[in-house]
């Protein structure tokens, strides 16, 4: 609330004719999404806000929708201020390896930094972009009045004393990665979705894990090998996991975040191979309990000596001479509250289970993750053989080194690396930071079933696979950038529905996509938009495929042999990876979509050119397709 006494202390910082006696006459409000919009009225009457500016695309957006005049914090850094911040981003989220702090992280081997060093990173991108914007703003009006509250308040205060805060009722709420969880369900025909807090999500499969680690118990003999599959999706490798019938060869599966088995489809593939699993439950006993608590307890002593470490701390957090150790502290201090017992939990559970069974070969799909970070380090313990799969597509550009270390992408610290094909094996090579010998083209298993099916349809359909703007990078968080998908998105779908073809919109399943389906409906009640489910069949039953991004798809429909249109949105100054520059016809602005997709639509000849050339690419791109599970195996036996 607004108190009397603080609106009077602001009366005596303003003139008579309400306007601040600074050198440049401003009132700047500065509001963000943690900002409650029903008291702007009230605020901008009481200040005499001369200007407002939004820190962030919700807050743009409702302000919008009021009809309230503002600008955006967007406006005020160029494209290559926007850049910088993404480099000081990498540099600050490897704080857990300044030598005076690091041994405030390091337990049993590991770096309690670095394992968080995702969700660090979720949370610095936001703060640091409003960080840098109000640096801009207040260096145009150093003289100026600043009205805000929250993150906003703590921000200004670093910069100027000509501040003003805002007693706001609504209290900020920050999630961190992996507080939620999302849960696909198909219910006959229908495709849902929703989410869940994720200490809900662990203590329902906690519960359906007892029943299924009793059912397929691992069968661990002395003449065969033993390969730990980690945090990997059944359905994806539904393949490999069946081909490991005709070898000798014991696949396990270990999941903390993800389980073997959530539907009837993942019972049936474990059923029909002779996958086990090794549930985390499963190696919990009174005794790891106790290990558990007192591993608790000291992360939770380290991390609290590491508070004390301000003046060093407060150095590192800095930039030209303003520190913001201090306002992102709580934060910092939240994020070890929520995490600590989790990640106890993880290394005593790991360290079980590495004790429990002998494993020849450990598979993981990032080395980022926490349960992957922590199996890597007890696979060093033991001599396990340590397998990188590569996930998915990547930016095989020299200028997304760095992005691709801040998602675990390279082989830092696995003995190999299985990566899809040639296009990859040569970008890797140009990699200083990786040696070459670690890199084996094995294709990928997932793909081994994916060929294109002739699917009868009453009228021609057009996919749009929309993966939202990119949260790891600062361009994404832009509202500007934000603003521009939104055109696109709108502008899709009114030229497709202009040409009378049916259009069916399939959401990235990520909680890090704007939802736009609001504003899909409005243009037309026919647009199907799908968040659940595999995107093969939706995929094998349209003419085109339209991506407004950089996504694993467009390869998905080059292998089912459906042109894609690529409209990049977003330039998050990457490079052009190969899979857009090959094909640069098809790699398109906005102003050309619309001639571009009736070609395709009505010109067969056309179509059949932008297909050959699709195949050709994938046969570089792409190894081994169809037998690629058996390549893995063959080549596991062997490391």
Known sequence: MITRWKIFLLMIMIGKNGKSKNADNSVILLIDSDFDLSKIKTIKKDFHCDKIISFDYDSHKNLH???????????????????????????????????SLQKFFMVEGLNIGQLLQEQFIDYMIKFLKK????????????????????????????????????????????????????????????????????????????????FTQSLFEPKITSNSHNVLLVELSTEIYQKLLEESRNHNINLIQFGIRRPAIWNM??????????????????????????????QKNLITKQISDLYQQDEILSKYFSYEGY???????????????????????????IKALFQKITIDTAIISSEIGITEQIVINESKKYGVKLALLQHGIYYDTKEAKETNLSKGFYPIKSD???????????????????????????????????????????????????????????????????IKFENYVEQICKIVTAMKKKLIIKIHPSFHVFDFTEMIKKISADIEVISAGSIMELINSCDVMIATNYTTAILESYLLQKPVICLPIIDYNLGIPT???????????????????????????????????????VENYLANHGSSSKKLIEYIKTM
């Open 65 to 99: 929708l009021e009809n309230t005049k503002h600008e955006t914090s967007d406006e005020f850094i160029t494209q290559e201020e926007t850049n910088e911040i993404q480099n000081h981003l990498y540099t600050f989220s490897k704080w857990y390896v300044e030598k």
């Open 131 to 210: 960080f840098f914007e109000f640096k801009k703003i207040y260096e145009k009006f150093p003289d100026a009045l600043f009205v805000s509250s929250g993150i906003l308040y703590e921000i200004s205060t670093i910069f100027s004393s000509n501040i003003q805060q805002i007693d706001i009722d609504k209290a900020a709420n920050y999630d961190f990665v992996h507080d939620k969880v999302r849960i696909d369900l198909n219910l006959g025909k229908n495709r849902i979705n929703f989410s869940i807090s994720s200490s809900k999500y662990k203590k329902i499969k906690h519960f359906s894990e007892k």
């Open 265 to 294: 489809n993942t019972f049936k593939i474990i059923k029909n191979t002779k996958c086990g699993i090794i549930t985390p439950g499963s190696l919990i006993n009174s005794k790891l309990k106790i290990k558990i608590q007192e």
């Open 323 to 349: 520190s913001f150790w201090l306002a992102i502290k709580p934060i910092i201090q939240k994020l070890f509250e929520k995490r600590t017992e989790h990640i106890a939990r993880d290394i005593q559970t």
């Open 416 to 482: 190999k690396f299985l990566i899809w094909g040639k296009v990859s094996e040569n970008d890797l090579k140009n990699i200083d930071i990786i040696e070459p010998t670690k890199l084996k083209i094995i294709g990928h298993p997932k793909y081994d079933s994916w060929k294109p099916t002739s699917i009868h349809k009453d009228s021609s359909c057009v996919l749009l696979a929309l993966t939202g703007p990119e949260h790891m990078l600062i361009q994404g968080h832009q509202i500007s950038n934000i």
């Open 579 to 617: 899979l857009f520059d090959f094909n640069s016809d098809m790699n398109i602005p906005i102003e050309k979509f619309q001639v571009t997709l009736e070609k395709l639509m009505r010109d067969n000849n056309f179509k059949n050119q932008i297909i050959r050339k699709q195949n050709q690419f």
